[in-house]
């Protein structure tokens, strides 16, 4: 029989679910990007002693081997440079802005989530003008902006799912899978049903955290002509050693720590738990994606740059879509229901 509802925890439904969702305080969100910059200037270092390469001098694109391109893919190398990327930095610079004034923990998520991104494309942009693509401090960074993105949009989908859908941290809303678990820890002596599955997400997630750990590096480099300037491409070993080897260990680490609050039995536990999840998915996915394209395009450098940039255009594009789709429900009434609430960044 299903559990019965106490009379002081109506079911709610519609807008005024975003009237419960608690702001992230600011020391949380202070300390947490504290925490990944922390980690980024720890791994700086680990770059400049490992490849002393804060820039690297690149080997000249006229002294590589030469590898023709078509004029079809010269010219969609210059509208993805010079067309696709400036788009969508320009876009998602103004879902920042449009962002700024939010205080729902998962718009506030997103907000930072974009703020990495765009910090590590324009690291990307520097690494690419001023030192054609040699540098391996600035590749870092990018690379670097990347995953603190991702982890940041994770942690923002997560967010929202519970606070807007599931309902499973509020401790006075009815959650929504309370049909299937027919009884909940929130009002009986129950074992949690989203706690035990995510007990075994996350291992799981580390498991798939393995696999860039056993791929090996692919290590192709050459010249070509893009209308008649001369350009390098290549996949460096620092780069790989990037998204095969750290990427994965960070995830690793933090799926540990996620899995041990976990195993804590608090009533908070998944929802401490979820921080490090996204923390984990975040270099996970990275390296993931990393580890596709390099596979698929390792002799062909010229796609594999161009589909991540068009995937990260269809990523930025995607976000807009669904704020804009949702706007009433996510926007309505955030700045009414936190007028006292904590100030975020």
């Given at each position: 029989?299903?559990?019965?509802?106490?009379?002081?925890?109506?079911?709610?439904?519609?807008?005024?679910?975003?009237?419960?969702?608690?702001?992230?305080?600011?020391?949380?969100?202070?300390?947490?990007?504290?925490?990944?910059?922390?980690?980024?200037?720890?791994?700086?270092?680990?770059?400049?002693?490992?490849?002393?390469?804060?820039?690297?001098?690149?080997?000249?694109?006229?002294?590589?081997?030469?590898?023709?391109?078509?004029?079809?893919?010269?010219?969609?190398?210059?509208?993805?440079?010079?067309?696709?990327k400036p788009f969508y930095l320009l876009v998602s610079l103004g879902?920042?802005?449009?962002?700024?004034?939010?205080?729902?923990?998962?718009?506030?998520?997103?907000?930072?989530?974009?703020?990495?991104?765009?910090?590590?494309?324009?690291?990307?942009?520097?690494?690419?003008?001023?030192?054609?693509?040699?540098?391996?401090?600035?590749?870092?960074?990018?690379?670097?902006?990347?995953?603190?993105?991702?982890?940041?949009?994770?942690?923002?989908?997560?967010?929202?799912?519970?606070?807007?859908?599931?309902?499973?941290?509020?401790?006075?809303?009815?959650?929504?899978?309370?049909?299937?678990?027919?009884?909940?820890?929130?009002?009986?002596?129950?074992?949690?049903?989203?706690?035990?599955?995510?007990?075994?997400?996350?291992?799981?997630?580390?498991?798939?955290?393995?696999?860039?750990?056993?791929?090996?590096?692919?290590?192709?480099?050459?010249?070509?002509?893009?209308?008649?300037?001369?350009?390098?491409?290549?996949?460096?070993?620092?780069?790989?050693?990037?998204?095969?080897?750290?990427?994965?260990?960070?995830?690793?680490?933090?799926?540990?720590?996620?899995?041990?609050?976990?195993?804590?039995?608090?009533?908070?536990?998944?929802?401490?738990?979820?921080?490090?999840?996204?923390?984990?998915?975040?270099?996970?996915?990275?390296?993931?994606?990393?580890?596709?394209?390099?596979?698929?395009?390792?002799?062909?450098?010229?796609?594999?740059?161009?589909?991540?940039?068009?995937?990260?255009?269809?990523?930025?594009?995607?976000?807009?879509?669904?704020?804009?789709?949702?706007?009433?429900?996510?926007?309505?009434?955030?700045?009414?229901?936190?007028?006292?609430?904590?100030?975020?960044?």
């Amino acid at each position: 029989m299903c559990a019965k509802l106490p009379r002081s925890a109506p079911a709610t439904t519609g807008a005024s679910h975003v009237l419960n969702m608690t702001p992230i305080p600011r020391k949380n969100l202070v300390a947490v990007n504290l925490l990944a910059l922390g980690v980024c200037a720890t791994v700086a270092l680990v770059y400049w002693l490992a490849f002393d390469a804060l820039p690297a001098a690149g080997i000249p694109a006229d002294t590589q081997p030469r590898q023709p391109m078509s004029l079809v893919k010269q010219w969609l190398v210059v509208l993805t440079a010079f067309g696709v990327k400036p788009f969508y930095l320009l876009v998602s610079l103004g879902v920042v802005l449009w962002l700024w004034r939010q205080r729902s923990p998962d718009l506030t998520a997103l907000r930072w989530g974009l703020i990495w991104f765009w910090a590590g494309e324009q690291s990307c942009t520097v690494n690419w003008l001023l030192y054609a693509g040699a540098s391996e401090g600035w590749e870092y960074l990018h690379n670097f902006g990347m995953v603190a993105g991702f982890a940041f949009v994770f942690w923002a989908v997560m967010e929202g799912v519970d606070g807007r859908l599931i309902h499973f941290s509020a401790e006075n809303e009815r959650c929504t899978a309370l049909a299937l678990c027919r009884r909940c820890s929130k009002y009986a002596d129950e074992p949690c049903g989203f706690r035990r599955v995510f007990l075994i997400t996350v291992p799981a997630a580390a498991v798939l955290a393995l696999l860039p750990l056993t791929a090996g590096f692919k290590l192709t480099s050459y010249g070509a002509n893009v209308l008649g300037a001369a350009v390098c491409y290549s996949h460096s070993p620092a780069s790989q050693w990037f998204e095969l080897r750290l990427c994965p260990a960070l995830a690793l680490a933090c799926f540990a720590v996620a899995w041990l609050g976990l195993c804590s039995q608090g009533k908070q536990a998944v929802s401490r738990s979820k921080l490090f999840f996204a923390a984990g998915l975040g270099p996970l996915s990275f390296g993931l994606m990393r580890m596709s394209l390099v596979a698929t395009f390792s002799n062909d450098l010229m796609w594999f740059e161009a589909w991540e940039e068009w995937t990260e255009l269809l990523f930025v594009l995607s976000v807009v879509c669904l704020l804009w789709t949702f706007r009433h429900g996510l926007f309505a009434n955030d700045s009414t229901a936190h007028n006292d609430a904590p100030a975020t960044l």
